[in-house]
């Protein structure tokens, strides 16, 4: 079992910035690989970006390349997701997950989830 609890979530203009956390507890960490995803009302969830286990490799969503970053701190057993330039369509409840394989966009791939951190990006 792998218990994880998102933050950083919030209120922000068009261009601004934030930074999700994603704190993981209950196996070991570094075991994972870790992504993130959203979900806007009345849509489906979607994939955001995706970390490897070490952290060495990365993957990301086409209409976040560029803008959205995805790190992890394997010592405090946290993953980040650094949003900048956010547009009013990043909109969403975004949810942190874990995933046994190394990387992986679907989230049929994902084991646990978190409970989710509400972004709205006001234009």
């Known amino acids: 079992q792998v218990q994880l609890v998102e933050s950083g979530g919030g209120l922000v203009l068009a261009g601004g910035s934030l930074r999700l956390s994603c704190a993981a507890s209950g196996r070991t960490f570094s075991n994972y690989a870790m992504g993130w995803f959203r979900q806007a009302p009345g849509k489906e969830r979607e994939f955001v970006a995706g970390?490897?286990?070490?952290?060495?490799?990365?993957s990301y969503a086409d209409s976040v390349k560029g803008r959205f970053t995805i790190s992890r701190d394997n010592a405090r057993n946290t993953v980040y997701l650094q949003m900048n330039s956010l547009k009013p369509e990043d909109t969403a409840v975004y949810y942190c997950?874990?995933?046994?394989?190394?990387?992986?966009?679907?989230?049929?791939?994902?084991?646990?989830w978190g409970q989710g951190t509400q972004v709205t990006v006001s234009s």
């Open positions: 970390i490897s286990r070490s952290g060495g490799a990365t």
């Open positions: 997950a874990v995933t046994g394989l190394q990387l992986a966009t679907d989230p049929r791939h994902y084991v646990y």
